[in-house]
């Protein structure tokens, strides 16, 4: 596409943009976001919390912004540190699966998918004040189940899950 790009509006986190008929958000100041997939003995690590955009909690992989407060900060650095802020889990491996965009009509975000492993629990978690995150340790086995029950609850459950569940799905 050869229209240029257009920063329509642009805040400390997001930024709105246009290019030709298209609009769609980005990250502001080249920021991005490590979801980790935190899988050991038979369990996954998964987080809920109140979503604003939803306007509802959901459940998802715990994740967070690279770079957000400390520029130059590395994908496993930032991903260890939010393991153990949400989950209080700290793990002793980070290994970098991939980048991957997760809605790419309408978002030009991308995340970076990290697997953690070697998981020891240091603290209860629950994020930074104000995050109010609940921590779940989920058998994978019992996952489908589980997803039903929240969804059944109420709750959005984040698209990443299909990682998880994607088995369940195929049949």
Same mark, same amino acid.
């Given at each position: ?31 991005? /976001?490590?979801?980790?997939?935190? &899988?050991? *003995? @038979?369990?996954?690590?998964?987080? =809920?919390?109140?979503? %604003? ?62 697997? /953690?492993?070697?998981?020891?629990? &240091?603290? *209860? @978690?629950?994020?930074?004040?104000? =995050?109010?995150?609940? %921590? ?36």
């Amino acid at each position: 596409m050869s229209d240029p790009v257009e920063t329509v509006w642009q805040g400390k986190f997001i930024t709105v943009r246009k290019q030709g008929t298209w609009e769609y958000v980005g990250r502001a100041r080249d920021i991005h /976001a490590a979801v980790i997939l935190a &899988v050991e *003995d @038979g369990h996954v690590l998964l987080v =809920e919390q109140y979503r %604003v955009p939803l306007g509802r909690s959901c459940i998802e992989m715990p994740a967070g912004l690279v770079g957000d407060e400390t520029e130059g900060e590395s994908i496993a650095h930032s991903a260890a540190r939010e393991l153990e802020e949400e989950t209080g889990y700290r793990p002793a491996h980070i290994e970098v699966i991939g980048a991957f965009c997760s809605s790419p009509g309408m978002v030009s975000e991308s995340f970076t998918l990290v697997r /953690a492993t070697g998981l020891s629990k &240091v603290s *209860d @978690g629950g994020g930074v004040p104000g =995050e109010n995150i609940t %921590v779940h340790r989920v058998a994978l086995t019992a996952l489908p189940k589980f997803i039903a029950a929240k969804r059944a609850e109420g709750l959005a459950v984040d698209v990443k899950l299909l990682l998880l569940l994607g088995a369940s799905i195929l049949g």
